[in-house]
T-cell receptor
Framework: ETGVTQSPTHLIKTRGQQVTLRCSSQSGHNTVSWYQQALGQGPQFIFQYYREEENGRGNFPPRFSGLQFPNYSSELNVNALELDDSALYLC?????????????FGEGSRLTVL | GESVGLHLPTLSVQEGDNSIINCAYSNSASDYFIWYKQESGKGPQFIIDIRSNMDKRQGQRVTVLLNKTVKHLSLQIAATQPGDSAVYFCAENTPGVKAAGNKLTFGGGTRVLVKP
């Protein structure tokens, strides 16, 4: 167990809808990163949050947005869902933004867009 | 863009044999590499890591080798067990200004199947 918890574990949405995914980081970790993992592929970096601010972003459109709260938990929001957004969304926490070590991943939220 | 890739998508191994999983990376500026194991329905689990100032690192039954000359990374699993069946990903740290230290670029993964 990594101490990183994500919710919901599974959800189904239709095209055009919006979704919010949630993540609680490991105790003592102030940095949260979100990754998208399509079926049969490796995770792709979406963005990272450090002390409630976005601290780096991958190649994802603006309809992917996030929040980090004072307790370092985080949300990933996706607007105007598309079929290709169907994936496992992984949250990873780390000690701080300068940390170049192990990321601790949650079990993920599997999103299906119909 | 820069990416990390794997040579073999599936590796079948007899229980008790050694496994070798290979990975090529393209960003010569990468300074940190990690191997993750992902079982079905679970998130990636850390196995072992190595920094660019090393060429070998050993853990419990696992060894990671780094060849910076040819930008190649490998994971060796000794005495492979049924519990080692999973998808294995290599990942590299992508140095950057805003996401320093925590942005990982993952390869496509290799599935390891352990035969009894």
């Amino acid at each position: 167990e990594t101490g990183v918890t994500q919710s919901p574990t599974h959800l189904i949405k239709t095209r055009g809808q919006q979704v919010t995914l949630r993540c609680s980081s490991q105790s003592g970790h102030n940095t949260v990163s979100w990754y998208q993992q399509a079926l049969g592929q490796g995770p792709q970096f979406i963005f990272q949050y450090y002390r409630e601010e976005e601290n780096g972003r991958g190649n994802f459109p603006p309809r992917f947005s996030g929040l980090q709260f004072p307790n370092y938990s985080s949300e990933l929001n996706v607007n105007a869902l598309e079929l290709d957004d169907s994936a496992l969304y992984l949250c990873a926490s780390s000690l701080n933004r300068e940390w170049t070590g192990e990321l601790f991943f949650g079990e993920g939220s599997r999103l299906t867009v119909l | 863009g820069e990416s990390v890739g794997l040579h073999l998508p599936t590796l079948s191994v007899q229980e008790g044999d050694n496994s070798i999983i290979n990975c090529a990376y393209s960003n010569s500026a990468s300074d940190y590499f990690i191997w993750y194991k992902q079982e079905s329905g679970k998130g990636p689990q850390f196995i072992i890591d190595i920094r660019s100032n090393m060429d070998k690192r050993q853990g419990q039954r696992v060894t990671v080798l780094l060849n910076k000359t040819v930008k190649h990374l490998s994971l060796q699993i000794a005495a492979t067990q049924p519990g080692d069946s999973a998808v294995y990903f290599c990942a590299e740290n992508t140095p950057g200004v805003k996401a320093a230290g925590n942005k990982l670029t993952f390869g496509g993964g290799t599935r390891v199947l352990v035969k009894p």
